[in-house]
């Protein structure tokens, strides 16, 4: 069973950086796709980065060139390197895998995939 488990989340001020961590375990895909979400209430969850076997990264526009996803993978370790932050990015953040093979990109808009973490709260203040 995979588990995901995400981590770093926090108060930062505007224009502040944060470095969020998910710790995946139980995978067994030969191929797979990972990407971290967000979600404010009552809004839609919202696809931000995605990351292929490959290292192959796709980001939402609200994000790019602020936002970098990478991953450890001696360390099993997702991450997201979010700088420049804004208040609008105030969400609530989730990690989560899938065994989709083709490009990772399209999980981006896609809101059910195989395992999802908790979630970690980030507030960026004004």
């Known amino acids: 069973q995979v588990q995901v488990v995400e981590s770093g989340g926090g108060l930062v001020e505007a224009g502040g950086s944060l470095r969020l961590s998910c710790a995946a375990s139980g995978i067994s895909y030969s191929r797979y796709c990972m990407g971290w979400f967000r979600q404010v209430p009552g809004k839609e969850r919202e696809g931000v980065a995605a990351?292929?076997?490959?290292?192959?990264?796709s980001y939402a526009d609200s994000v790019k060139g602020r936002f970098t996803i990478s991953e450890d993978n001696a360390k099993n370790t997702l991450y997201l390197q979010m700088n420049s932050l804004k208040p609008e990015d105030t969400a609530m953040y989730y990690c989560a895998a899938d065994p989709y093979t083709g490009p990772c990109r399209a999980i981006l808009s896609w809101s059910a995939l195989d395992a999802w973490g908790q979630g970690t709260l980030v507030t960026v203040s004004s």
């Open positions: 990351i292929d076997r490959d290292g192959m990264t």
